[in-house]
């Protein structure tokens, strides 16, 4: 949002900086994203909010769906509520600055994701079949919303954000399950020894080595499903609250390229695919809701790169 509810004259960000992450001539939002992905024979799901169109212009949002299905990836739905009661103060209304779906009447979920379902299928020219919630804020009531809205697939559960904006009750969940009807794919999370809490499989927050020591110890224990989450804005640091000071993270952009070799080095035990395409008959269950440990080393080792990527002159 960039400010805008505190300060009258700004405006949500624009898709350029948050979404394609245009620096000058080059850009390190999507179009890196999927270069790097391409580079390895690999496509990814990119959950599309639709609703900041009302802020920002949807053709802009349009631009958005024709780069991800001209390169042969898949859209699917992605909702942050506040673009849309941005849009409602804009127009007048009394300001609501609330961004997690599941904190709203079970009428106003149902409501809203059918309005988001219609103009995803305007903008992109299908229907979609997945959703991730936007800051993970979903529950049980959500997923009852979805099914009555034609969505067969949710990926909104994050183990590490329970009890803050995750609005699940169902815990501890780790690998996929039928809740209300609709499957639920939650964002694969692990665990670091001596320290409290979940680690989530964000490819911007830890490591390869991290990521795929956990899918591999996810297979070792029966599981067949893990989830990685990367956002489009995180191949940059942002510095500022308009996005000044922009400048791309070398670190991140380098471990997306890591983890991408060693998916490519794994093939043959590891299958790389998209939400939108899931044969979900063929999805096994139930699976183990465990929970891996990667042990100390690697974790340690992360965070010393992250702490020297925080120099202000890196």
Request: glycine share 8%.
């Amino acid at each position: 949002m960039g400010g805008a509810w505190r300060n009258p004259d700004y405006a949500p960000l624009p898709l350029d900086s948050t979404i394609f992450g245009k620096l000058n001539s080059e850009y390190y939002g999507i179009p890196l994203l999927m270069d790097i992905l391409d580079e390895h024979g690999f496509r990814a799901t990119f959950f599309t909010e639709v609703f900041c169109g009302y802020n920002v212009g949807f053709d802009d949002v349009e631009r958005v769906f024709r780069c991800i299905n001209d390169r042969g990836h898949d859209a699917q739905l992605h909702l942050h509520p506040v673009q849309r009661f941005y849009s409602d103060f804009r127009r007048g209304m009394p300001p609501r600055e609330r961004d997690l779906m599941f904190e709203l009447p079970l009428d106003e979920q149902r409501a809203l994701i059918a309005e988001g379902v219609a103009l995803f299928r305007q903008l992109c020219g299908k229907s979609p079949r997945a959703y991730r919630a936007g800051c993970y804020g979903a529950s049980e009531a959500t997923l009852t919303a979805l099914r009555e809205n034609g969505i067969q697939i949710d990926s909104s559960y994050n183990l590490a954000s329970l009890d803050a904006s995750c609005g699940f009750t169902e815990r501890p969940l780790n690998a996929p399950l039928v809740i209300n009807g609709v499957y639920e794919f939650p964002l694969t999370v692990f665990r670091v020894p001596g320290v409290a809490g979940y680690k989530p499989m964000e490819v911007s927050a830890v490591a390869a080595g991290e990521m795929i020591g956990t899918i591999r110890s996810l297979k070792q224990a029966g599981c067949r499903d893990a989830v990685l989450s990367l956002h489009s804005f995180s191949l940059m640091k942002n510095l500022g609250l308009r996005h000044e000071n922009t400048r791309p993270d070398r670190i991140v952009i380098q471990r997306l390229r890591n983890l991408c070799a060693a998916l490519s080095e794994a093939r043959d035990e590891i299958e790389v695919g998209v939400m939108g395409e899931l044969d979900l008959s063929s999805v096994v269950l139930p699976q183990p809701q465990t929970v891996p440990s990667v042990g100390w080393l690697k974790p340690a080792a992360r965070k010393l790169t992250q702490a020297a990527n925080r120099l202000p002159w890196l």
